[in-house]
């Protein structure tokens, strides 16, 4: 039996109450919220955390 049940979530940028079928712009509300979350992203605004001393190995190594 499947679940018609529709999944309501917030946009991770505007927070604006957001449907999860039937959205090209998912997990975001829309294409504007999907682009600025992009932009941040690209400038740096958005990191992930890591050790900036980790080993690198070969594939990560330019050198190589």
């Known amino acids: 039996m499947a679940d018609n049940t529709t ?4 946009c991770p940028h ?3 109450p957001t ?3 039937d959205n090209p712009w998912r997990p ?3 294409e504007r ?6 932009g941040a992203w690209a400038s ?3 990191v992930i955390p890591g050790d ?3 080993p690198v190995d070969d594939l990560d190594d330019p050198e190589r």
């Open 7 to 10: 999944r309501i979530y917030p």
């Open 14 to 16: 505007c927070k604006k």
């Open 19 to 21: 449907r999860w079928d």
């Open 28 to 30: 975001f509300c829309s």
């Open 33 to 38: 919220c999907k682009t600025i979350d992009l």
């Open 44 to 46: 740096e605004q958005h």
């Open 52 to 54: 900036p001393n980790a």
